[in-house]
């Protein structure tokens, strides 16, 4: 390699083990800094020393090397799969914010929302801007960057970000654009005007007209600069490890690309931290989303349903002779357990399961997960709880070995009608267990969802049927 080329690439490398020295220190200082991020930049620079000195051949080894460690200690996975005893996940971000939306929640009228937040009251106006936001996001077909440090190349004039028929957006994505666009433009779509520097800014973003943001019919179209932003967050998430707040992602989203990754600009964040912390953007978002039609699996897959409703002939000491539950086993204890409803937490520890239950405000049945580790829930009294959320993870508490026992009590309420009402009841077909508990597979199919869908689901219940 000519000298003047080794000079730059161990120039390049000095400045960025300088940046990682700095983000480590960084790290180190922050409340819930993530394993294994400054290994990852030494590695990245390693790695770069190694081309500058042997080649590509070497740096094919030392890439391999780097590619299998970040994939080893990040755990940024989307993957089931993913180390299901370490549910820790980046900054600041909880479960419910690192989920992605599901494709059947659905949008509110703005007629239907209070626009009072902790820090603001909204128009009708500006909430409709949220609700276009909102749908914008809904519909972009996200690349999810994280791992590349590739600037976000804009489609050209008259085209259009791509779009996919259901969301790949997380619930938190969407929350950091409302909260950037609360902070920077008021929650306006205002047309471009120049600034103090001379850069005309405007849409809902408030925005420059340049190479970074777009032409100005781009910056004005909500549609397409949703689209700008969210694809910038997943590299301002991505460039912000290991601390990752929000606020510095929204902050980085925001900036130039001059300034993106530049230690000399202020990267804080900080303006946006009260709009995050007050939880402005998230409880618009909870009052435009919709998701009371939703439902999913209690847990991964593949599974096995061992034990069914009803009467049962269990060899396990204190295990109940009639089950008003289903158990699921996806792989033994530390596996995800999943919000299958929305609802409110209104139940946490208690019983010899330690029972957690969460009422869905649709039906008002109580779901209730069992055997799940006392304090290790990741949910709290109180809390309202999205379809799909990581709750808990499955356990061994009580008896039965680690598996997640599902029950569902709706009990019928005499002068009141309930959806749950003509289901099978506890009290319809026996006298030796609680009464108000109905079949979890018939509650569910309510919501089209199958809980022993043979695809995924392998019938173990004693009796040798699915009950």
């Given at each position: 390699m000519p000298a003047p080329a080794v000079a730059a690439a161990l120039k390049a490398a000095g400045a960025a083990l300088g940046k990682a020295a700095a983000r480590g220190a960084a790290g180190s200082a922050a409340k819930r800094s993530r394993k294994g991020g400054g290994l990852f930049v030494l590695l990245a620079v390693a790695a770069a020393l190694i081309l500058v000195v042997f080649g590509a051949p070497a740096f094919a080894l030392g890439a391999a090397l780097l590619v299998t460690t970040a994939a080893g200690d990040e755990g940024w996975s989307d993957d089931d799969d993913a180390d299901p005893e370490d549910p820790s996940l980046p900054g600041e971000w909880n479960a419910q914010q690192w989920s992605i939306v599901p494709a059947c929640v659905t949008l509110r009228d703005v007629s239907d929302v209070d626009g009072t937040?902790?820090?603001?009251?909204?128009?009708?106006?500006?909430?409709?801007?949220?609700?276009?936001?909102?749908?914008?996001?809904?519909?972009?077909?996200?690349?999810?960057?994280?791992?590349?440090?590739?600037?976000?190349?804009?489609?050209?004039?008259?085209?259009?970000?791509?779009?996919?028929?259901?969301?790949?957006?997380?619930?938190?994505?969407?929350?950091?654009?409302?909260?950037?666009?609360?902070?920077?433009?008021?929650?306006?779509?205002?047309?471009?005007?120049?600034?103090?520097?001379?850069?005309?800014?405007?849409?809902?973003?408030?925005?420059?007209?340049?190479?970074?943001?777009?032409?100005?019919?781009?910056?004005?179209?909500?549609?397409?600069?949703?689209?700008?932003?969210?694809?910038?967050?997943?590299?301002?998430?991505?460039?912000?490890?290991?601390?990752?707040?929000?606020?510095?992602?929204?902050?980085?989203?925001?900036?130039?690309?001059?300034?993106?990754?530049?230690?000399?600009?202020?990267?804080?964040?900080?303006?946006?931290?009260?709009?995050?912390?007050d939880g402005d953007g998230g409880q618009l978002l909870s009052a435009f989303l919709?998701?009371?039609?939703?439902?999913?699996?209690?847990?991964?897959?593949?599974?096995?349903?061992?034990?069914?409703?009803?009467?049962?002939?269990?060899?396990?000491?204190?295990?109940?002779?009639?089950?008003?539950?289903?158990?699921?086993?996806?792989?033994?204890?530390?596996?995800?357990?999943?919000?299958?409803?929305?609802?409110t937490v209104t139940m946490l520890g208690g019983g010899a399961a330690n029972n957690l239950g969460i009422t869905d405000p649709e039906t008002g049945a109580q779901l209730e997960y069992l055997h799940t580790p006392p304090g290790g829930e990741l949910v709290s009294l109180g809390e309202t709880v999205a379809v799909g959320q990581h709750i808990a993870n499955i356990g061994d508490y009580g008896v039965g070995g680690c598996h997640l026992d599902l029950r569902i009590y709706a009990p019928r309420v005499p002068g009141e009608s309930r959806m749950t009402d003509e289901l099978t009841h506890t009290e319809d077909v026996t006298t030796e267990t609680y009464a108000g508990y109905v079949h979890p597979a018939h509650y569910l199919n309510l919501f089209g969802v199958d809980l022993c869908d043979p695809t995924v689901c392998t019938a173990l219940d004693d009796t040798g049927i699915k009950n």
């Amino acid at each position: 390699m000519p000298a003047p080329a080794v000079a730059a690439a161990l120039k390049a490398a000095g400045a960025a083990l300088g940046k990682a020295a700095a983000r480590g220190a960084a790290g180190s200082a922050a409340k819930r800094s993530r394993k294994g991020g400054g290994l990852f930049v030494l590695l990245a620079v390693a790695a770069a020393l190694i081309l500058v000195v042997f080649g590509a051949p070497a740096f094919a080894l030392g890439a391999a090397l780097l590619v299998t460690t970040a994939a080893g200690d990040e755990g940024w996975s989307d993957d089931d799969d993913a180390d299901p005893e370490d549910p820790s996940l980046p900054g600041e971000w909880n479960a419910q914010q690192w989920s992605i939306v599901p494709a059947c929640v659905t949008l509110r009228d703005v007629s239907d929302v209070d626009g009072t937040t902790t820090n603001g009251t909204w128009n009708a106006s500006q909430l409709g801007h949220v609700r276009e936001i909102i749908e914008a996001a809904l519909t972009q077909d996200l690349p999810q960057q994280r791992g590349t440090t590739s600037l976000v190349r804009l489609p050209a004039e008259g085209e259009s970000w791509p779009t996919a028929g259901e969301p790949t957006v997380r619930y938190g994505e969407i929350e950091a654009a409302l909260v950037a666009a609360m902070e920077d433009a008021d929650l306006k779509v205002s047309s471009p005007l120049p600034g103090g520097d001379g850069t005309s800014r405007g849409g809902a973003f408030h925005n420059a007209v340049d190479s970074d943001w777009g032409t100005r019919a781009q910056v004005m179209d909500v549609e397409f600069s949703t689209g700008t932003f969210l694809r910038r967050l997943d590299l301002g998430v991505m460039l912000a490890m290991p601390t990752t707040e929000p606020w510095v992602a929204i902050r980085k989203a925001q900036t130039t690309w001059a300034e993106f990754d530049d230690d000399d600009v202020d990267n804080s964040g900080s303006q946006y931290e009260k709009w995050w912390h007050d939880g402005d953007g998230g409880q618009l978002l909870s009052a435009f989303l919709d998701g009371s039609a939703c439902a999913t699996l209690p847990t991964g897959t593949p599974y096995d349903m061992t034990s069914g409703f009803g009467a049962r002939n269990l060899d396990i000491p204190g295990a109940s002779r009639w089950h008003p539950a289903w158990d699921f086993d996806p792989g033994g204890c530390g596996r995800p357990v999943y919000a299958a409803r929305p609802g409110t937490v209104t139940m946490l520890g208690g019983g010899a399961a330690n029972n957690l239950g969460i009422t869905d405000p649709e039906t008002g049945a109580q779901l209730e997960y069992l055997h799940t580790p006392p304090g290790g829930e990741l949910v709290s009294l109180g809390e309202t709880v999205a379809v799909g959320q990581h709750i808990a993870n499955i356990g061994d508490y009580g008896v039965g070995g680690c598996h997640l026992d599902l029950r569902i009590y709706a009990p019928r309420v005499p002068g009141e009608s309930r959806m749950t009402d003509e289901l099978t009841h506890t009290e319809d077909v026996t006298t030796e267990t609680y009464a108000g508990y109905v079949h979890p597979a018939h509650y569910l199919n309510l919501f089209g969802v199958d809980l022993c869908d043979p695809t995924v689901c392998t019938a173990l219940d004693d009796t040798g049927i699915k009950n």
